[in-house]
C-alpha cells in the first residue's frame, strides 16, 4: 500500500507564510515525480507545483515566484513553501506522487489534502 501523508496547512493572513510537508510511504519506491495540486471550493483540482527525480519543477502561472518545490528523495519527502500568501490560495492542497512503470506507464497517488485558508 502506498500512503501520502500531508502535513503544514493552517490559516494565515494574506502576505504570510506557510510550509507545506507530504511523506510517501509504501511501495512507491522512489517516485517519478512529487508535487502539489490544489481544490477551492466549486474549482476544478489544479497543478500547483510539481518536481521530478531529475530535479526539474513546474508551477503554475499563478504560483510563480511566491512558491517553491523541493523534494528529499531518500526520505520520500516533497515541500512546498509558500510565501506572499493572497486570498485566492485558499484550498486544500493535496500531495500528488507518480510512479513510472518500467513500460513507461505512470501511476498517481493521493493524499487526503490539508486546509490553507489565506484571511485576514
Known amino acids: 500500500q502506498v500512503q501520502l501523508v500531508e502535513s503544514g496547512g493552517g490559516l494565515v493572513q494574506p502576505g504570510g507564510s506557510l510550509r507545506l510537508s507530504c511523506a510517501a510511504s509504501?511501495?512507491?519506491?522512489?517516485?517519478?515525480?512529487m508535487g502539489w495540486y490544489r481544490q477551492a471550493p466549486g474549482k476544478q483540482r489544479e497543478l500547483v507545483a510539481l518536481a521530478t527525480g531529475s530535479g526539474n519543477t513546474n508551477y503554475a502561472d499563478s504560483v510563480k515566484g511566491r512558491f517553491t518545490i523541493s523534494r528529499d528523495n531518500p526520505k520520500n519527502t516533497v515541500y512546498l513553501q509558500m510565501n506572499s500568501l493572497k486570498p485566492e490560495d485558499t484550498a486544500v492542497y493535496y500531495c500528488n506522487a507518480q510512479r513510472r512503470l518500467a513500460d513507461a506507464t505512470i501511476l498517481q497517488y493521493w493524499g487526503q489534502g490539508t486546509q490553507v485558508t489565506v484571511s485576514s
Open positions: 509504501g511501495s512507491i519506491a522512489s517516485p517519478y515525480a
